[in-house]
């Protein structure tokens, strides 16, 4: 069995710290896709939310936002 690395709360203090720091966005996307996009994220060295992120990012700023 696998050892739990972090106490009950160690949990509780990250997930207050998350929500007070961080906003939560769900994206749908179409079956099979969330597969391919983590295998292009993980080809650039990225995890799916900073993948995410910089697209958002790119994109905001090439529009102008």
């Not at 079956?31 to 650039?44: L, P, Q």
Request: hydrophobic fraction near 30%; charge should be positive; avoid cysteine.
């Amino acid at each position: 069995m696998a050892e739990n690395k972090n106490s009950s709360a160690r949990i509780e203090a990250n997930n207050r710290y998350n929500a007070k720091a961080y906003d939560r966005i769900n994206v749908a996307v179409p079956k099979g896709r969330k597969d391919i996009i983590k295998a292009h994220a993980e080809k650039n060295g990225e995890s799916v939310n900073g993948f995410v992120n910089r697209a958002i990012n790119e994109t905001m700023q090439r529009d102008g936002e």
